[in-house]
């Protein structure tokens, strides 16, 4: 039963609601988060213009199946807490999905609406429902199952990891999330910036699973301070769970890599996100001093516009994207693109480094570059890009950022030989069970995948968590592949 | 939270800590670091596990006090605690049974040298150490290596105590005398371990040097620890912290490590104008904690 009202053509009639953002001029100096979040009346009228369509194709598009056109229904009637609560069967972290999904591949890219008008604002409403629960804290926790008497490890507390937590725990499995840096949420502390995700944000969703009854232990280095077989046979895990995500950094093997000033990504964003070095003398861990320099960013994914946006932060003169195809083909999301250019950030497009350049004191200079063009597309469906020859130029910068993506880490791989990874390193699984080779282990987001996104880590987690499940239920191994709840 | 058990200088500006951390201790092998970070508003920075006692569930480190954060944690007493402790990080010192191994120490560079000099004479390798520092008393841990060394040489820079000279002067000599040597385990300041490299090269002696590169989350996820060898870019976190001498570009290393030097100086400064204020950031952090988990220990009590 609708409760909106509206005849469908009126609700076409009303435009997609703007996100209130941050002035671009004010927030390229400050770290305080872009989207400022729709108002209630805001979220309202967005939340009218869904035309509830019998068969949603945005659920379709949801890697987790977040119940869509229901939780917006429930707004449209000024439930918010009770859509939260409809968002939260399928999503343990809608606050963060709310915020860094790419919306426009997934749920809105799918809306109907979107073929002649703009597609029903999906990212907004939830990351609106998520804040109004978390302003109003008035949602009780889920249902907790009967404790099972089973103990369930899991390997990293980045977004596969906690989506896993959120299951396992519900159905009365007791959850220990092992973490190796001193902070609960992998990617989402180190790599996301607080422009973009703040941080409390993160810390709020951790506590909720924490209240869920999840343990948390940081500062263990599963295949360092413990192996696997040692949380199974010493610590009486029943089951594992490996979702370290892909942290192994990129580099190009450029001449000059080695250069004071040139950073991968992880390391740049780790430095000001986890180790707050943008706060620096107030916090102890240094990062380079952009203030008044020239810096580049190598790439065209998310974390490559989180980074260039991050050195614009720490007060750079000029911040400059090198991407080797066009703005068209640039992996990031739409909105981070638009909200990168708006803070100045200068996209030098169809250019690839060849080297970095330094000074006698091995500080970086500048990155020789070279320009190119597109070609035929390759595997990924994209035109690759070509280098021009003699086309070769220096951009002066003080500081370049490496942000072409990352590898499998192996520390948990090469601790557990009887657990297979394919040629990269990366752990083989199941890709209906994510059960590994090693039984009683499982593997799901990025360490399976290779870098992906949150949500699809996500998903990842919730479908080794429901393998998980059904193993412990049974106790079996071999039998045929469960299907995920 | 890791609770200090003992704290001791064994000489000016170098502090010898009994840090509980069991599963450390558990897996510790000679060679191998930890992450240790201070307080909240703490830097992440990596320090060699001198010893350990798994019995205990402790581990040993020992600290010289140089940058801000070094500094700080030798105001830390028996009864302090760290805020975060992870590890045991880095591959093990690979020990085997060579035969004759000269094992070097260049200032605290001895006290990371120490546990895998130790490990090379239990696995049966005739050890000769030699023991470089600027003056008499910065010279460490010279009964422990007493204890389990052949031969041991102490070299100091203003001849104060041992002979004057530098760690290399004693190395040259057994080269020269064509004393047999097969291999080399050299740690220290980077200009010493690169003298020491460059004297076992023409000779081809196998030599095994530990390196503290720039570091934040020591797992191989930063790349901010990279080193230049002759194969290419390693990490000292994961490949290291050991290397082959004769591969590792230390000029690059040394420009590595002075990436910061602007800031490091700053936050010394600053520490230095007032000590009692970042020892009491430490102090109070730790106390946080220590209530949080009382707190959360008490709401699993009332359930």
Redesign the interface.
């Known amino acids: 039963m609708s409760r909106n009202t509206l005849p469908p053509k009126e609700r076409t009639k009303i435009p997609r609601q703007a996100m209130p953002e941050q002035e671009a001029e004010l927030r390229r100096h400050n770290f305080a988060e872009v989207n400022q979040g729709l108002t209630v009346l805001g979220a309202t009228t967005e939340a009218l213009r869904c035309l509830e369509c019998a068969k949603p194709a945005c659920v379709a598009g949801c890697p987790v199946g977040v119940k869509i056109r229901d939780f917006v229904e429930l707004i449209s009637a000024g439930d918010y807490l009770g859509a939260a609560s409809k968002i939260r069967e399928d999503n343990v972290l809608p606050a963060i999905t709310g915020r860094v999904c790419p919306q426009e591949t997934q749920c809105e890219g799918c809306c109907i609406l979107g073929k002649k008008f703009e597609p029903l604002g999906v990212g907004y409403l939830e990351r609106f429902v998520a804040d109004y629960e978390r302003e109003h804290g008035m949602v009780g926790l889920p249902e907790i199952a009967p404790p099972t008497g089973k103990r369930v490890a899991i390997i990293g507390s980045g977004p596969a990891g906690l989506s896993a937590a959120g299951d396992l725990v519900r159905w009365g499995h007791a959850v220990t999330v092992f973490e190796?840096?001193?902070e609960i949420g992998g990617v989402l502390m180190?790599g996301i910036p607080e422009f973009r995700l703040p941080k409390e944000i993160v810390r709020q969703e951790v506590n909720t699973l924490g209240q869920m009854g999840v343990e948390f232990q940081?500062?263990?280095?599963v295949g360092?301070?413990?192996t696997i077989d040692e949380l199974m046979t010493e610590d009486g895990y029943d089951a594992v769970l490996v979702a370290t995500g892909a942290?192994?950094?990129k580099?190009m093997?450029l001449p000059g890599?080695?250069l004071?000033?040139v950073?991968?990504a992880?390391?740049f964003l780790?430095?000001v996100n986890l180790?707050?070095a943008n706060d620096?003398?107030?916090?102890?861990?240094?990062v380079?001093?952009c203030r008044g320099q020239d810096i580049a960013v190598i790439g065209g994914g998310n974390t490559a516009m989180d980074a260039v946006r991050t050195a614009a932060r720490l007060g750079a003169r000029t911040s400059t994207l090198i991407y080797r195809r066009t703005e068209a083909e640039m992996p990031a999301r739409v909105e981070e693109v638009r909200h990168a250019k708006q803070e100045g950030i200068d996209l030098l497009t169809l250019a690839n480094p060849v080297a970095f350049l330094g000074d006698d004191?091995?500080r970086l200079t500048a990155v020789r570059c070279i320009r190119m063009e597109l070609g035929e597309p390759d595997d990924s469906g994209r035109r690759s890009p070509v280098p021009i020859a003699g086309s070769e130029f220096e951009l002066p910068v003080a500081m370049a950022v490496v942000a072409l993506g990352t590898g499998a880490?192996?520390?948990v791989q090469s601790s557990t030989p009887d657990m297979a990874t394919n040629r990269k390193g990366y752990i083989a699984a199941d890709p209906e069970t994510l059960r590994t080779s090693k039984p009683g282990v499982f593997a799901a987001g990025d360490i399976v995948t290779g870098g992906a996104t949150v949500i699809l880590a996500m998903a990842a987690g919730r479908t080794a968590a429901a393998s998980i499940r059904a193993y412990l239920d049974t106790g079996r191994w071999n039998e045929e592949s469960p299907s995920p709840a | 939270m890791f609770p200090i058990l003992e704290a001791e200088f064994l000489a000016p500006e170098i502090k010898r800590f009994v840090i509980e951390a069991p599963?450390?201790a558990r897996?510790r092998k000679a060679g191998q670091f930890v992450i240790v970070?201070l307080h909240e508003?703490?830097?992440?920075i990596p320090l060699t596990i001198a010893d350990g006692d798994a019995d205990r569930g402790t581990i040993t480190l020992i600290v010289q006090g140089v940058g801000?954060?070094t500094r700080l944690m030798n105001l830390l007493e028996a009864g302090d605690s760290v805020?975060?402790?992870?590890?045991?990080?880095g591959e093990p010192s690979d020990v085997r049974t060579y035969g004759t191994v000269v094992v070097i120490g260049g200032g605290v560079g001895t006290a990371i040298a120490w546990p895998t000099a130790r490990a090379m004479k239990e696995a049966g390798n005739r050890v000769v150490a030699i023991v470089g520092a600027r003056t008499k008393e910065l010279v460490l841990l010279e009964p422990e290596l007493q204890a389990i060394a052949d031969e041991l040489e102490i070299v100091t820079d203003d001849g104060s105590y041992g002979r004057k000279g530098v760690v290399v002067d004693p190395l040259c000599e057994r080269i020269m005398r064509g004393s047999r040597i097969d291999l080399v385990l050299a740690i220290g300041p980077v200009r010493m371990m690169q003298a020491v490299a460059e004297m076992t090269r023409p000779s081809g002696i196998r030599t095994i040097v530990s390196l503290n590169s720039l570091m934040?989350?020591?797992?191989?996820?930063?790349?901010?620890c990279?080193v230049?060898t002759k194969d290419?870019?390693r990490f000292a976190c994961?490949d290291g912290p050991e290397f082959d001498a004769h591969i590792v570009?230390f000029?690059?290393l040394a420009?590595?490590n002075?990436?910061?030097s602007?800031?490091?100086a700053?936050?010394l400064k600053?520490f230095q104008a007032n000590p009692k204020a970042a020892l009491d950031a430490v102090r109070h952090s730790c106390r946080l904690d220590q209530s949080h988990r009382d707190e959360s220990m008490a709401e699993v009590a009332s359930r």
């Open positions: 190796a840096l001193h180190y940081t500062n263990v280095v360092k301070t413990v942290g192994l950094p580099f093997d890599e080695h004071s000033g950073y991968s992880n390391e780790t430095r180790m707050h620096f003398p107030n916090f102890d861990e240094p380079f001093d004191e091995g880490n192996p520390l | 599963r450390v897996k970070r508003r703490g830097e992440r801000k954060t805020l975060d402790l992870v590890g045991p990080l934040v989350d020591g797992t191989g996820m930063c790349g901010g990279r230049a290419g870019t994961v570009d000029d690059v420009r590595r002075r990436t910061y602007a800031c490091e700053q936050s600053a």
